[in-house]
């Protein structure tokens, strides 16, 4: 090709070398116009799947609330003998009882209706001929929470019931009650939670202000009881989706003769289906300016190229020669040569020329200090990174109100004689007073006094459920350890392997002396255990901690304790140390050891 442009004139070789400018600048601009496009589509995905995934941790957090409320009133001895007794006058008795406890829990998550319950008997609480309205026919055996979808609020219904978000509308969620006096197990009713719609799913409506797309939560049934767009809540999904309802991929399909991308992601803990819609037109609006600019800049660039090869296709040998040769010279000695700056004499454009390489070597200049200075914030950002992560997992809530309000309430059941609000009221105290003052270490008979105050107010809630044995050496009660390490796995056993079982479990929690100055500690406990799936899938994301990996997502909401305490443990001690094991088997229970260096003794 040289040799080829030698035998030629620059008049021509300056032609040939314009020509393949423009060629390769066509072809980077038509790449680059469609890699935005790729760009923009693949980043509007990113956007949507972030959003739909907030929706879903929201939908989840709600939904495990409830979960755990609806056991709580199906196992309840009140609720119990209020379905089976049949007396008239007891029955009344049993009712302020009821009122007094279903207040309580209606207290414990916003957005909960009414609390009605339906016997197989006629008793009824707060239902009056509402057995039509409620589809209890659904709602299968033996299940702790049966999301129902959304209903048609029921006529008659006092307006302090009605949804602030959709006032026709509510969500049912039920739960079979079942005989737990003769342990025959016989169905004695149902238990059923009137939802605002907001219970489940946040304020979506503010949505359809930001983003020209819709976002869809269906029910079990595909009705849409959550979105962006008010008006359709409690309509059907319209038919062009329904069939993109298994679709876990984005998929393309025509929308009111427009091109749309839908996503969809299931949320099989309540039968749901998140579901958004984007026009493809809207996701690339603004690109047909952008490619009219394009044009117009290629044409202005045509015009003056031809210009400026009618003005410097003659005398331009000399002032190319000063210039190849200054270039020449960077090359030979290297970018340290950078400091001169190249001085031509010809027409005014080689002075623009100059001038502007000169500026370019400026900003060279410019970006070299900017980049040192640059890796040094980012260096000084990462320790700041770290420091706040140490911060943020071990801070804890600062609750003097609580605090005080507990202290309120422990004085006030001394006096009435109500040993158990007193004796939670203390244990609560001991807790918050343990986790807001003193040092970051403490011995580790500090954080067992805490364990036992929290056990003893989890049987009190639980009476009779468990039973609790403590299995620490006494070599290792002086030494010194992170607080608030071994409360959150205690928590994890009760919750997740202790309250879904139906028989009387055991809790063990203990420590000794290991190998090399560690120590070992453990929580175990024989409730339900885990499923090999997940039991792996959070061995794995301890793992990936380790490794600098992703996480896995092995529902959040419940496990995130246990990667606390593990990424607690290894920012403090270092490598090596945190969670060394995890063992489960289903129903056999759980077994979670930890592993720590032995630190100075208090």
């Not at 038509?30 to 980043?43: F, G, H």
């Not at 509007?44 to 056991?71: G, K, W």
């Not at 929308?255 to 579901?275: A, F, M, Q, Y």
């Not at 244990?427 to 003893?456: M, N, T």
Request: glycine residues 6%; aromatic residues 8%.
């Amino acid at each position: 090709m040289l040799a080829f442009l030698r035998r030629h004139s620059i008049r021509w070789q300056l032609i040939f070398t314009g020509i393949v400018i423009l060629l390769m600048l066509i072809v980077i601009v038509i790449w680059s116009y469609y890699r935005i496009l790729d760009i923009t589509y693949e980043r509007n995905s990113v956007y949507t799947q972030e959003i739909i995934t907030t929706i879903n941790q929201n939908i989840l957090s709600n939904a495990d609330t409830i979960n755990r409320i609806m056991p709580n009133i199906a196992y309840n001895d009140t609720v119990q003998q209020y379905l089976r007794n049949e007396d008239p006058l007891a029955r009344y008795e049993l009712y302020l009882k009821l009122e007094k406890l279903l207040v309580n829990l209606r207290s414990m998550k916003q957005g909960i209706l009414e609390i009605v319950l339906i016997g197989m008997n006629g008793n009824t609480y707060n239902c009056i001929n509402c057995e039509k309205d409620i589809p209890l026919e659904e709602i299968p055996a033996r299940t702790t929470a049966y999301y129902l979808g959304i209903h048609p609020l029921p006529a008659g219904v006092p307006l302090h019931l009605r949804s602030a978000f959709s006032e026709d509308y509510v969500i049912y969620v039920g739960v079979p009650v079942y005989d737990t006096a003769t342990g025959a197990g016989t169905k004695i009713g149902y238990a059923i939670m009137v939802l605002d719609v907001n219970a489940l799913v946040p304020h979506m409506d503010y949505m359809s202000q930001r983003i020209t797309g819709k976002f869809y939560v269906t029910d079990r049934k595909g009705i849409i009881y959550a979105g962006n767009s008010p008006t359709e809540i409690g309509q059907p999904l319209p038919e062009t989706l329904k069939i993109y309802e298994q679709e876990t991929i984005p998929s393309t399909f025509k929308l009111n003769g427009e091109n749309s991308v839908v996503h969809t992601l299931e949320v099989p803990e309540i039968g749901s289906r998140i579901i958004s819609v984007f026009p493809v037109k809207e996701l690339f609006r603004g690109l047909e300016d952008v490619q009219a600019l394009i044009i117009g800049v290629f044409a202005l660039l045509i015009a003056v190229l031809i210009l400026c090869y009618i003005f410097i296709s003659r005398n331009i040998l000399l002032p190319l020669r000063s210039f190849l040769s200054y270039i020449y010279g960077i090359r030979a000695k290297g970018l340290e040569s950078r400091s001169n700056r190249i001085a031509v004499r010809g027409y005014a454009e080689f002075d623009v020329m100059a001038n502007k390489f000169n500026s370019l070597l400026d900003e060279i200049d410019d970006l070299v200090e900017e980049l040192i200075e640059s890796r040094t914030h980012i260096f000084e950002l990462e320790i700041l990174k770290q420091q706040a992560e140490l911060r943020f997992l071990k801070s804890q809530i600062n609750p003097h109100f609580l605090y005080n309000t507990l202290e309120t309430m422990k004085g006030i059941a001394l006096a009435r004689g109500v040993r158990e609000i007193r004796d939670m009221s203390d244990a609560l105290s001991r807790i918050f007073r343990y986790s807001i003052k003193g040092e970051e270490h403490v011995r580790l008979q500090e954080e067992i006094d805490i364990i036992q105050a929290y056990v003893h107010v989890q049987q009190i809630r639980f009476e009779g459920r468990f039973n609790v044995q403590y299995e620490f050496a006494e070599s290792t009660l002086n030494n010194k350890i992170i607080k608030m390490i071994l409360q959150p796995l205690v928590e994890n056993a009760i919750y997740h392997g202790i309250e879904p079982s139906m028989v009387t479990c055991r809790l063990v929690v203990g420590s000794r002396m290991g190998d090399n100055g560690q120590m070992i500690m453990w929580v175990e406990d024989d409730g339900v255990g885990m499923e090999a799936a997940l039991l792996n899938s959070i061995r794995q994301s301890l793992r990936n901690q380790e490794t600098g990996g992703e996480l896995l997502p092995v529902s959040p909401s419940k496990h995130i304790g246990i990667m606390n305490v593990h990424r607690r443990l290894r920012i403090a001690y270092g490598d090596g140390y945190g969670i060394s094991s995890i063992d489960s088997l289903p129903n056999e229970g759980t077994k979670v050891t930890l592993c720590i260096p032995v630190k100075e003794k208090i």
